[in-house]
């Protein structure tokens, strides 16, 4: 299985599904005050360079943009569906996504993409901050762009348990849980959501990772969603602003944790991709 990784929590499976979709990564400044839309000519290089000819579903966690932003656009380039909130669904129509590719989910649902299964997860966003302050809201109606990054309201947050090749993969987005909600699901490898871990008290990361790792018990640990997505795929990698998150603390604790418990941990750098 191929694994390509660009960014947040953006991760293309095996050239056809795409998790959450986000390429263009405008500043912090157009974040705050200004609009934004997809760029076309980035997406257009991705696309080509990754070779995202055969994709067919792109599966979206929560409306933030820094997670569904370029979902309408590729998905018209490549033919592909969105799955999706109700928020999701009106992302695609702003984006004039034709209604027969936009797939309203449930949670709990499990969906059919070729040869994958995958479940949808009732999940929790991380705890607001100043930037982030929006959870629970939806977006009711067609979102088009050039459109301020807040209207991106979050939607309700969605974890992903896909199996594929006799293999299971749950990706879980956001530092957050509903407790019980992983029982007897097991994985060969968690994609973990650590923004916010460095904030944890004591008690929140230990009761994360019980929720988590401890539950599906990975033979391998991937982190999502400690890069920078202010800054452009086009320049060096950074780490979230220490404002926002610092990183290395987050990297930090979950190293000891996976020391400790004996579980491999892979950083995976955005445009790269594995074989897992």
């Known amino acids: 299985m191929k694994i390509t990784f660009f960014g ?14 986000h390429f263009t990564r405008p500043g912090l400044l157009k974040y705050i005050a200004g609009s934004g839309s997809t760029d076309k000519e980035l997406a257009d290089r991705l696309i080509k360079t990754h070779r995202i000819d055969r994709l067919k579903a792109i599966f979206v966690s929560h409306t933030h943009h820094d997670h569904v932003m370029d979902a309408p656009y590729v998905a018209n380039c490549t033919n592909a569906t969105i799955y999706g909130s109700l928020s999701a669904m009106n992302v695609g129509r702003g984006g004039n996504v034709p209604e027969d590719r936009l797939i309203r989910f449930e949670a709990g649902g499990t969906y059919a993409v070729g040869d994958y299964s995958i479940k949808v997860i009732k999940s929790v966003h991380s705890k607001p901050t100043a930037l982030n302050n929006d959870l629970g809201q939806e977006i009711t109606q067609p979102l088009t762009q050039p459109a301020r990054l807040r209207n991106y309201k979050e939607g309700g947050s969605y974890d992903f348990i896909v199996r594929a090749q006799g293999k299971t993969y749950v990706i879980r987005p956001s530092f957050n849980y509903i407790e019980g909600q992983l029982d007897g699901i097991k994985a060969d490898c968690l994609f973990l959501g650590i923004a916010g871990l460095a904030k944890a008290d004591i008690l929140t990361e230990r009761k994360f990772f019980e ?41 930090h604790r979950l190293s000891l944790y996976c020391e400790k418990k004996g579980i491999p941990t892979v950083t995976q750098m955005p445009l790269t991709s594995i074989e897992l």
């Open 211 to 251: 929720e988590t790792v401890e539950k599906v018990n990975p033979s391998l640990i991937i982190p999502l969603h400690w890069d920078n997505f202010f800054t452009s795929l086009d320049k060096p990698v950074k780490s979230m602003p220490s404002f926002v998150e610092k990183t290395n603390v987050a990297f």
């Open 8 to 21: 947040t929590t953006t991760l293309l499976f095996d050239d056809q599904i795409f998790f959450d979709c």
